[in-house]
């Protein structure tokens, strides 16, 4: 009923944190998977976490393991992507999607407009 939406994104410091949320609750009973990846101006886009959502399993690119978390909340129908300790790095513009992005960022169903998260160095 809902397409995808993704809030939360801001600017921070290097070392900073921020929390992206997903809404999904068009999507989130029909798919087993949901995942973020992001896209810096002027380069291709990038795989960052997924979720299986009937398993809790997730998968993260390695630059981002040990400080981004992707989690659910099957009753809100949401995803969220918290990311700590943020790089210069990290900055682009973040999308929620339906598939794995991290495995099959070739594959993806659908994403929303993004968020746009911005760490200054």
């Known amino acids: 009923a809902q397409r995808l939406v993704e809030l939360g994104g801001g600017s921070v410091q290097t070392g900073g944190s921020l929390t992206l949320t997903c809404l999904a609750s068009?999507?989130?009973?029909?798919?087993?998977?949901i995942g973020w990846f992001r896209r810096a101006p002027g380069l291709v886009r990038e795989g960052v976490a997924t979720?299986?959502?009937?398993?809790?399993?997730?998968f993260y690119v390695d630059s981002v393991k040990g400080r981004f978390t992707i989690s659910q909340d099957k009753t809100k129908k949401q995803v969220y992507l918290q990311m700590n300790d943020l790089k210069p790095e990290d900055t682009g513009m973040y999308f929620c999607?339906?598939?794995?992005?991290?495995?099959?960022?070739?594959?993806?169903?659908?994403w929303g407009q993004g968020t746009q998260v911005t760490v200054s160095s």
């Open positions: 999607a339906i598939g794995d992005p991290v495995t099959y960022l070739d594959q993806l169903e659908a």
């Open positions: 979720i299986y959502t009937r398993t809790g399993g997730t």
């Open positions: 068009g999507y989130f009973d029909e798919t087993n998977v």
